[in-house]
């Protein structure tokens, strides 16, 4: 296998002209595609996997055994959308000027799976490849649409891994300046809906119950951790201990306002160091991104407080929250603008690089 695809002789003048993207997403357990022409988003086509359910969690084995049954209907049906005057894929796939895939973190199966497929898509059409990295992604997904921040802004990404405030600089200069220092704040809401006997995934049921109960009604632990880290294992064992000792049916009597409670809790701990990263770095544009920026409660309050303190606040679409394949086609655009390409011997990795 050749270290670098030949690109075509006019690929680095091709950022002042059409740029065509199909970038796939595979992460973990959603399989994503998405086209995207001159940084607009064409098509943002995501098969979700439900096998999981029963499980209580994403199991690595069946999560890459499924992405290989949904991606080459998954892009078919991105392409197909985006391009709907044309009757079949391989016109399709000619418009292409590049394919993206997700490079790390994430399991490695599931990256296995969409590396080795846009690697092939690739060679075979003899077009640049370019690798994203996930979290660089979910930032970017600010930039989807027509109100974008301006730079430099602040970000807070919050998913069930991951946790932290990123300045960015510009699109390809993102700088991490707070994270946790433990749990994600959705790993939080996913264990302590699994204490309350929610079913898999508990982070969004919990928003669901919050919103008819009262979120002062019980007091949990806030970590006080230095500067703009988070922590938010303390929380959890707060929750769990608090359960131990109240009666048979209490969860059942009062789930809504526990879950408003828990709920309140983690926003709280999330913007008291978005608001102290303001304070800090001066910078009153603020975003959120990840997972958990499909959250309900974190949305209002982050557009609260920024209506009190002057801020001017940036929310993602929900289907460009979680994770999806468009976050990454804005990321591949911004990088091809810079020629920043991969080779065909570039692997996947599990963990941030």
């Given at each position: 296998?050749?270290?670098?695809?030949?690109?075509?002789?006019?690929?680095?003048?091709?950022?002042?002209?059409?740029?065509?993207?199909?970038?796939?997403?595979?992460?973990?357990?959603?399989?994503?595609?998405?086209?995207?022409?001159?940084?607009?988003?064409?098509?943002?086509?995501?098969?979700?996997?439900?096998?999981?359910?029963?499980?209580?969690?994403?199991?690595?084995?069946?999560?890459s055994?499924?992405?290989?049954?949904?991606?080459?209907?998954?892009?078919?049906?991105?392409?197909?959308?985006?391009?709907?005057?044309?009757?079949?894929?391989?016109?399709?796939?000619?418009?292409?000027?590049?394919?993206?895939?997700?490079?790390?973190?994430?399991?490695?199966?599931?990256?296995?799976?969409?590396?080795?497929f846009?690697?092939?898509?690739?060679?075979?059409?003899?077009?640049?490849?370019?690798?994203v990295h996930?979290?660089?992604?979910?930032?970017?997904?600010?930039?989807?649409?027509?109100?974008?921040?301006?730079?430099?802004?602040?970000?807070?990404?919050?998913?069930?891994?991951?946790?932290?405030?990123?300045?960015?600089?510009?699109?390809?200069?993102?700088?991490?300046?707070?994270?946790?220092?433990?749990?994600?704040?959705?790993?939080?809401?996913?264990?302590?809906?699994?204490l309350?006997?929610?079913?898999?995934?508990?982070?969004?049921?919990?928003?669901k119950?919050?919103?008819?109960?009262?979120?002062?009604?019980?007091k949990?632990?806030?970590?006080?951790?230095?500067?703009?880290?988070?922590s938010?294992?303390?929380?959890?064992?707060?929750?769990?201990?608090?359960?131990?000792?109240?009666?048979?049916?209490?969860?059942?009597?009062?789930?809504?306002?526990?879950?408003?409670?828990?709920?309140?809790?983690?926003?709280?701990?999330?913007?008291k160091?978005?608001?102290?990263?303001?304070?800090?770095?001066?910078?009153?544009?603020?975003?959120?991104?990840?997972?958990?920026?499909?959250?309900?409660?974190?949305?209002?309050?982050?557009?609260?407080?920024?209506?009190?303190?002057?801020?001017?606040?940036?929310?993602?679409?929900?289907?460009?929250?979680?994770?999806n394949?468009?976050?990454?086609?804005?990321?591949?655009?911004?990088?091809?603008?810079?020629?920043?390409?991969?080779?065909?011997?570039?692997?996947?990795?599990?963990r941030?690089h």
């Open positions: 296998m050749p270290d670098e695809i030949t690109l075509p002789p006019n690929h680095l003048m091709q950022a002042d002209l059409s740029t065509t993207i199909l970038a796939i997403e595979s992460s973990c357990d959603e399989t994503s595609a998405s086209v995207c022409v001159n940084g607009k988003i064409l098509s943002n086509y995501i098969a979700n996997q439900s096998v999981h359910e029963k499980y209580g969690g994403v199991v690595p084995e069946l999560a055994r499924a992405h290989m049954q949904n991606i080459v209907p998954v892009v078919d049906t991105a392409l197909a959308a985006a391009f709907p005057e044309l009757n079949n894929t391989t016109d399709r796939l000619k418009q292409l000027d590049a394919i993206a895939f997700t490079q790390s973190p994430g399991l490695i199966g599931s990256l296995l799976v969409g590396t080795q846009a690697k092939s898509l690739a060679l075979t059409l003899n077009k640049p490849l370019i690798a996930h979290m660089q992604a979910h930032v970017l997904a600010n930039l989807i649409g027509d109100d974008i921040p301006e730079f430099p802004f602040l970000c807070l990404t919050v998913s069930g891994g991951h946790t932290q405030i990123v300045l960015a600089h510009d699109p390809l200069n993102l700088e991490v300046i707070g994270e946790t220092i433990d749990d994600a704040a959705g790993e939080a809401f996913d264990k302590s809906a699994k309350l006997g929610l079913p898999y995934p508990g982070g969004p049921l919990i928003d119950y919050a919103k008819t109960g009262d979120p002062l009604k019980f949990f632990a806030e970590p006080q951790i230095p500067e703009l880290n988070f938010f294992s303390g929380l959890k064992t707060s929750v769990l201990y608090f359960l131990q000792k109240q009666e048979t049916g209490f969860i059942e009597a009062n789930l809504a306002d526990l879950c408003a409670s828990i709920q309140h809790t983690i926003i709280t701990i999330l913007l160091k978005v608001k102290k990263a303001v304070q800090q770095t001066g910078i009153k544009q603020v975003c959120i991104a990840g997972g958990v920026s499909a959250n309900s409660g974190l949305r209002a309050s982050l557009q609260e407080m920024g209506q009190k303190h002057g801020w001017k606040t940036f929310i993602p679409k929900f289907e460009y929250c979680t994770d394949a468009a976050m990454i086609a804005i990321t591949a655009h911004y990088k091809y603008q810079a020629a920043q390409f991969a080779s065909l011997d570039a692997n996947p990795s599990a941030s």
